[in-house]
């Protein structure tokens, strides 16, 4: 997300948070998580290809260190780090950051508010995640508890949840049922190319997720001492 008022001309890249940074320097926001992480992994995966990272969330020692240095760099131009989604409205409001990282819903309520922002998916495609529902191995409902699934992922009930929570629907069907009939389209719902560019969220363990054997990757442990890091230096 950013400033159209501030931020020219609009970005398409992650580049402007990272290699361009400086251009905007004191008013980059990126999310506050050792999960960014892989938001770095995945630019570098295509700027950077002698590095061979072939998946955002299996990075061996050295492909993290490559992503802990571009985001130790990016911080000399950060304003805050942000979780809680109404500072961010808050920040793009009232100027203090300009570009960065952000949720359709938040672009949607600071938009609402008039702070004059865009969204753009990055050519480099992006991180992101689905919201699921488990049932536990030994609980001892079980027939409420698939009953409830089916409750929640019926088109109806599926669509108020996606609305208020400011979301894609799991139910292509939830579609038809939403209050916005435009619900679905700004989430791009039924884009099949816009979501094939989103990386999901993946924990990452030391068994190389890309497939590889001949090394170790680093897990969610070293991630977060490398964001510890990150946030110190």
């Keep these: 997300m950013w400033r159209t008022d501030q931020v020219k001309p609009a970005p398409d890249s992650w580049s402007a948070v990272f290699d361009q ?98 969204v753009v998916l990055p050519k480099e495609g992006a991180t992101g995640w689905s919201d699921t529902w488990m049932v536990g191995a030994k609980s001892e409902h079980k027939t409420c508890a698939y009953k409830f699934i089916d409750h929640i992922v019926s088109p109806k009930t599926n669509a108020a949840v996606a609305e208020y929570f400011g979301e894609a629907p799991a139910n292509r069907k939830a579609c038809a049922e939403t209050v916005d009939k435009n619900h679905c389209a700004t989430f791009h719902a039924d884009d099949e190319e816009y979501f094939s560019k989103v990386h999901y969220w993946t924990t990452p363990i030391s068994a190389c997720l890309d497939g590889r054997t001949d090394v170790a990757c680093t897990d969610y442990a070293e991630w977060t001492k490398a964001w510890t890091e990150i946030r110190n230096s």
């Design 21 to 118: 940074a400086s251009s905007q320097k004191g008013k980059v926001t990126a999310y506050d998580s050792p999960i960014y992480i892989a938001d770095a992994g995945l630019y570098l995966m295509a700027t950077k290809p002698e590095l061979g990272i072939k998946d955002p969330y299996a990075l061996d020692a050295k492909q993290l260190a490559a992503a802990a240095d571009l985001l130790k760099a990016q911080k000399a131009n950060v304003s805050e780090y942000w979780s809680d989604y109404l500072k961010e409205i808050q920040a793009f409001k009232n100027g203090s950051s300009t570009v960065g990282t952000t949720w359709q819903v938040i672009a949607n309520l600071a938009q609402a508010e008039k702070a004059p922002v865009q």
